[in-house]
Every structure is written in structure tokens, then in C-alpha cells.
């Protein structure tokens, strides 16, 4: 039971190229999302999905996009990199009881 | 949408001395009150929750408290220990499978003295 997983640990980007951070859990939860973690800022949720094929979007949605074809994956994608965009990104599952449990993390530096 | 406050948002405290984190919030449809730890460089990991049916939770040195009319909640640590350090996170929430959301407060990093 490896929990909640993403891909990559750090990334590098230039401006204007695009990505998509990989995200999948193995607890069968119908609930995820997507946050970003700026200095002094907390967790801002990006976007979130109640189940495969309904997502929806959070505080900070601008400049991303998400799907959710399976239960399990819930990729974020970054349509074209600002360096606004510098974050570390956690994605999250949340069971049944509200429970939240997070990824590893993402490191993302956009040049 | 919920507004969570969170204070203070640094905190040193001697060795073996209490801590207190509180937490204000705003909707009062919210009803789900977790508090996540964060070490440094690691992911932030689920330490303690509260319903809102419940008015006060312990597990062994943590312990949180609700006050439903006053929108707000705290969590206390006793006998700090150094690896107590580390930035602690509130949040709150209505039921999400209702697509609702997790509000987080900005963070109180927590300094334990030796």
C-alpha cells in the first residue's frame, strides 16, 4: 500500500513549456486534489475531484488543468509555465472519514 | 468561501513547556477540523482532527479544542520534546464528498528550545 505517489520530486521549466505532474493512490478514495505551498501562504487548493470524471476548481486554478479518468490518477497539468507558477505542489486523497493524506511533493522551478 | 486565521505564525517555547496554536474560521457550515504537522522538506501529515459534535480530543500529548459559537478551535502540545518542531497547519471543512473544500490557515512554525 504505497499511500498517495507523485512524479516528479523537482522539475526545472522555462517559461511558456508545459508539464504534467503525476499523481495516483492505491486507497480507493473517491476524493482528490491539488494544492500549491508558497512561504507564508499555507496549502491553496488548485483543483479538486469528488470522482472519476468530475473535477472542479479551487482558490488558484489559473494556468492549470486536471482530469480524472480513473479512480486512481489525478494528473495536474501546466499549460504553459510562468514563473509565477514556482510552487511545491501536493497532491491529496481523502478518505471516507475526511482524512487527508498527501504526497511527497513536487518541486517546481520555472525559469 | 472559509477564511481561516491561524496564530501565531512563529512560536519558541522551552523544552518540556506547553505550546498553543489557535484558529479562527468563518463558515459555519464547516464540520471537520484536522491539524497537519509539516517537517521541514517533507509532506504535511495528518496529527489530529475534530468534529464538530465533539468539543474537545486528546491523543496522549496533543490535544485539540472546538468552540462551535466562537469559530474557533486550538491545539494544544504538552511537555514539548525537541522533535516537536516543525510548522503546524489548521484546516477546515464541510463534508468534501459534498464538493465542498479543505481551507488551510497559513502555518505556525513551532521552535522547541533544548
Known amino acids: 500500500n504505497a499511500g498517495v505517489t507523485q512524479t516528479p520530486k523537482f522539475q526545472v521549466l522555462k517559461t511558456g513549456q508545459s508539464m504534467t505532474l503525476q499523481c495516483a493512490q492505491d486507497?480507493?478514495?473517491?476524493?482528490m486534489s491539488w494544492y500549491r505551498q508558497d512561504p507564508g501562504m499555507g496549502l491553496r487548493l488548485i483543483h479538486y475531484?469528488?470522482?472519476?470524471?468530475?473535477?472542479d476548481q479551487g482558490e488558484v486554478p489559473n494556468g492549470y488543468n486536471v482530469s480524472r479518468s480513473t479512480t486512481e490518477d489525478f494528473p495536474l497539468r501546466l499549460l504553459s509555465a510562468a514563473p509565477s507558477q514556482t510552487s511545491v505542489y501536493f497532491c491529496?486523497?481523502?478518505?471516507?472519514?475526511?482524512?487527508?493524506?498527501f504526497g511527497p511533493g513536487t518541486r517546481l522551478t520555472v525559469t | 468561501g472559509e477564511n481561516v486565521e491561524q496564530h501565531p505564525s512563529t512560536l519558541s517555547v522551552q523544552e518540556g513547556d506547553s505550546a498553543v496554536i489557535k484558529c479562527t474560521y468563518s463558515?459555519?457550515?464547516?464540520?471537520?477540523f484536522p491539524w497537519y504537522k509539516q517537517e521541514l522538506g517533507k509532506r504535511p501529515q495528518l496529527i489530529i482532527d475534530?468534529?464538530?459534535?465533539?468539543g474537545e480530543k486528546k491523543d496522549q500529548r496533543i490535544a485539540v479544542t472546538l468552540n462551535k459559537t466562537a469559530k474557533h478551535f486550538s491545539l494544544h502540545i504538552t511537555e514539548t520534546q525537541p522533535e516537536d518542531s516543525a510548522v503546524y497547519f489548521c484546516?477546515?471543512?464541510?463534508?468534501?464528498?459534498?464538493?465542498?473544500?479543505?481551507?488551510f490557515g497559513t502555518g505556525t512554525s513551532l521552535t522547541v528550545i533544548p
Open positions: 491529496a486523497s481523502t478518505g471516507a472519514a475526511y482524512e487527508q493524506y
Open positions: 486507497m480507493n478514495h473517491e476524493y
Open positions: 475531484s469528488v470522482g472519476a470524471g468530475i473535477t
Open positions: 463558515d459555519s457550515a464547516s464540520n471537520y
Open positions: 475534530i468534529r464538530s459534535n465533539v
Open positions: 484546516a477546515a471543512s464541510s463534508p468534501p464528498h459534498t464538493g465542498n473544500q479543505f481551507y
